[in-house]
């Protein structure tokens, strides 16, 4: 396993993190065992969670995991939760990034998790009713108790990324060292604001769904049918991907275009070095610049071993630069196009 630091901070993490959203939910507790001792073997470090998984059930089965480790197990291991958005718990004020509602969501945390302290505490999403600077001396104070190590922000657009960093220096209180962001050969409009404002801050990117839901797993081809389960196969007409989906996620048929070409210098790459299209995928998002974490999700113990195999493969700067040709969203309009490709090549003619 390859080790890289949590953003700028001195703290190592692996860099392929453990996602753990299905854990409670269609991942029942006997595989998410089998699941966690996977990752663990492997080498990986950081486990992802948040209290809106499966409401609470993901951790409270990441903690009893834990209880059932070593110490030695238990010391290495980071928890990654999140809190703040996507509850479904009833209740005008829990919900959002008030000091209310995160004392009472990282308490539960906490406690469902059987641990003192949390390695990363995320905001799970903006909150644009709650002052900013109300979320962030919450997430101090709760540095300065003990209960948290790190902040990060997930789901963060550019500028609230760069507000966050902003008031954190200003009001000298403790900034986050993670962005988390939806991320892979097929979702890379990030890298138009979100990815410099990281960079430029020394945040540490957390990837999450790096393989498009599925989409960059090998299983799809234009007029084939898929080799076993399927997250996106037409059930009326087995072999078709699903159209509504395709159509709802790239709105074009020039984007439809670019991910078949895509998923076919893949499955190139993949042949020509003998591993999985997905390993490749995978390996493409752990090389790109402010990378600290590829989160896999996985329903299994099996799928997860799969996607691990992507920590034995490191693509050569022309297989990257294929799939980076290939992937690229090109922008047309301003400021992204021309425009903005003149200023990130910092050269005027």
Request: proline content about 4%; glycine content about 10%; overall charge neutral.
């Amino acid at each position: 396993m390859k080790y890289v630091p949590l953003g700028a901070s001195g703290l190592a993490t692996s860099v392929y993190a453990l996602g753990t959203a299905t854990f409670g939910g269609s991942t029942e507790e006997a595989e998410t065992i089998r699941v966690l001792d996977t990752f663990a073997d492997a080498g990986g470090l950081l486990i992802d969670t948040a209290d809106a998984y499966c409401d609470g059930r993901s951790e409270e089965l990441i903690g009893r995991w834990l209880r059932t480790q070593t110490a030695q197990v238990r010391d290495r291991m980071l928890l990654s939760t999140k809190g703040g958005g996507f509850t479904t718990t009833a209740g005008r004020n829990q919900w959002g990034n008030t000091r209310h509602n995160l004392t009472r969501a990282l308490e539960a945390s906490l406690r469902n998790l059987g641990v003192d302290c949390v390695t990363l505490y995320q905001a799970h999403t903006w909150d644009p009713v709650t002052p900013q600077e109300e979320t962030l001396r919450f997430l101090d104070d709760a540095v300065r108790a003990g209960k948290i190590r790190y902040v990060g922000i997930s789901n963060y657009t550019g500028w609230q990324l760069q507000k966050a960093v902003g008031l954190a220096g200003s009001l000298g209180l403790t900034g986050p060292v993670t962005f988390q962001a939806q991320y892979s050969l097929l979702c890379r409009e990030i890298e138009w604001e979100i990815v410099p404002a990281g960079l430029a801050n020394g945040l540490g990117l957390l990837a999450w769904s790096p393989l498009s839901g599925g989409l960059l797993s090998g299983k799809y081809a234009p007029h084939s049918a898929p080799d076993g389960p399927a997250r996106f196969a037409d059930q009326r007409e087995r072999g078709k991907m699903h159209d509504a989906y395709v159509n709802a996620l790239y709105r074009s048929h020039a984007a439809r275009d670019r991910t078949w070409q895509v998923l076919k210098i893949l499955g190139e790459i993949a042949a020509a070095r003998d591993v999985t299209p997905a390993a490749v995928a995978l390996a493409w998002v752990a090389a790109r610049p402010g990378v600290s974490g590829v989160v896999l999700g996985a329903r299994d113990a099996r799928q997860l071993s799969d996607n691990l195999r992507a920590r034995w493969v490191t693509l050569e700067d022309d297989e990257i630069a294929r799939l980076t040709e290939a992937s690229d969203p090109r922008p047309a309009g301003y400021p992204y196009g021309p425009f903005g490709a003149m200023q990130r090549s910092r050269t005027i003619d």
